[in-house]
């Protein structure tokens, strides 16, 4: 079956630092670029970043540029998302996010680890 | 950065009749780049339709896509109760893959 799994969310205070892990199985982890995507809820969608199959090249939003790191590792089947100097709007439910192979989209998420950024 | 913008906000319609949902682009975007995302609540989103007409795997022919340039639009030919849900749209041309901020299609 496949499945990621996001874990790492939690409550921390403005100005601190978080990493989130993705773990996947059921699929090459490697043959997908992957992705994340944050919610507020009850708000819309927010893409965050993403990263390419080999972690060579990356993307941000430009309200986490040069805050966030989003990182692979292609033998732990794991994606990161080292997310510092947090802020209150930074608060919301993470996805992970597979990529689609062969078309641009994405095909898998996972049911989201919740992040608030308050004091 | 692209920005997408869904009309209209809400769409309230009865099962049975046909939604016809609008994504505009701020500027003109290939449509292999665009694609279309269901998102019931408590749910995480599902892929509906990539490359602005191709329905991902299992989802029913009466969801279409089509569109080019800047507009494109997501039609549900004949509404069932488990089509109400808000609608997003998405586009991979730039290295920022920005959503639009969705249509709320609900039940009236």
């Known amino acids: 079956e496949v499945q990621v799994v996001e874990s790492g969310g939690g409550l921390i205070q403005p100005g601190g630092s978080l990493r989130l892990s993705c773990e996947v199985s059921g699929f090459t982890f490697s043959s997908h670029w992957m992705h994340w995507v944050r919610q507020v809820p009850g708000k819309g969608l927010v893409w965050v970043s993403r990263?390419?199959?080999?972690?060579?090249?990356?993307s941000y939003a430009d309200s986490v540029e040069g805050r966030f790191t989003i990182s692979r590792d292609n033998a732990k089947n794991t994606l990161y998302l080292q997310m510092n100097s947090l802020r209150a709007e930074d608060t919301a439910v993470y996805y992970c996010v597979r990529g689609l192979v062969g078309a641009y989209g994405t095909d898998v998420w996972g049911q989201g680890t919740a992040v608030t950024v308050s004091s | 950065e692209i920005v997408l913008t869904q009309s209209p906000g809400t769409l309230s319609l009865s099962p049975g009749e046909r939604a016809t949902l609008s994504c505009r682009a701020s500027?003109?975007?290939?449509?292999?780049?665009l694609v279309w995302y269901q998102q019931k609540p408590g749910q995480a989103p599902r892929l509906l339709i990539f490359?602005?007409?191709s329905r991902a795997t299992g989802i029913p022919d009466r969801f279409s896509g089509s569109g080019s340039g800047t507009d494109f639009t997501l039609t549900i030919s004949r509404l069932e109760p488990e089509d109400f849900a808000v609608y997003y749209c998405?586009?991979?041309?730039?290295?920022?893959?920005?959503f639009g901020q969705g249509t709320k299609l609900d039940i009236k």
């Open positions: 490359g602005a007409s």
């Open positions: 500027q003109s975007i290939d449509s292999k780049f």
């Open positions: 990263i390419n199959r080999d972690g060579s090249a990356t």
């Open positions: 998405q586009q991979y041309s730039t290295s920022r893959n920005t």
